[in-house]
Structures are given as structure tokens and as C-alpha cells.
Nanobody, 125 residues
Framework: QVQLVESGGGLVQAGGSLRLSCVASGGTFSSYHMGWFRQAPGKEREFVAA????????YYADSVKGRFTISRDNAKNTVYLQMNTLKPEDTAVYYC??????????????????WGQGTQVTVSS
């Protein structure tokens, strides 16, 4: 059983930056691809970014491409999401998730096996 704990959310003005972290415990971190998802009030959970178990490949939603960067440190069991040039429409609860690497990396939230509790990101205009 893998536990994921996100941190780093908060309130920021439009144009600002935040760095989210997600620390994993209870499993072998390098056994998992990792993803970041977000959910705004009244909306479905949506894919933001994903990274393969080795960190060798990354994937982004079009809405964040060029502004957000996903990375991981397998020695620290941590995945990061650097968010720059934030916009009010980025406001949401951000979740990290883990998917067994035996399966191909995906941006379908239903394919992920473990989830964190989420961290709130609020971007003011």
C-alpha cells in the first residue's frame, strides 16, 4: 500500500509560481509512474502532467504546457510540480497519483492505483 502526501499549495497572484511536492511511502517509488491531476469546483478531475518511473519521459496537458514542469527524485521518493505563470483558471485542488509501471503511462485517472489527499491551489486575478 502506497501513501502519497502532497504539499506546497497556497494562494498566489496571477503570474506567480508555486512548487508542489508529493512524498510517497509504503512502497517502492521507482515501481510507479507518477501523475498530477487537478479538480476545480463543479468540474471533473483532469490530467495535468505525468512522468515515467525513471523520469525519462514527461507528458503535459495542453493547458499547462510551457508553464508547468513535472520532475521526480527517486532517492527522495518525491515527485514535484513546478507551476509558473499561474492563471486564475489553474485554481483547483491538485492531486498526485501513482500508477504501476508495468502498465504504460496514461493520463486517464481511472488507471492510477494510489492517490494523495490533495492540496489547494488558488490563483487570484
Amino acid at each position: 500500500q502506497v501513501q502519497l502526501v502532497e504539499s506546497g499549495g497556497g494562494l498566489v497572484q496571477a503570474g506567480g509560481s508555486l512548487r508542489l511536492s508529493c512524498v510517497a511511502s509504503g512502497g517502492t517509488f521507482s515501481s510507479y509512474h507518477m501523475g498530477w491531476f487537478r479538480q476545480a469546483p463543479g468540474k471533473e478531475r483532469e490530467f495535468v502532467a505525468a512522468i515515467t518511473w525513471s523520469g525519462g519521459s514527461t507528458y503535459y496537458a495542453d493547458s499547462v504546457k510551457g508553464r508547468f514542469t513535472i520532475s521526480r527524485d527517486n532517492a527522495k521518493n518525491t515527485v514535484y510540480l513546478q507551476m509558473n505563470t499561474l492563471k486564475p483558471e489553474d485554481t483547483a485542488v491538485y492531486y498526485c497519483a501513482a500508477e504501476y509501471r508495468i502498465r504504460g503511462i496514461t493520463w486517464n485517472p481511472n488507471e492510477y492505483d494510489y492517490w494523495g489527499q490533495g492540496t489547494q491551489v488558488t490563483v487570484s486575478s
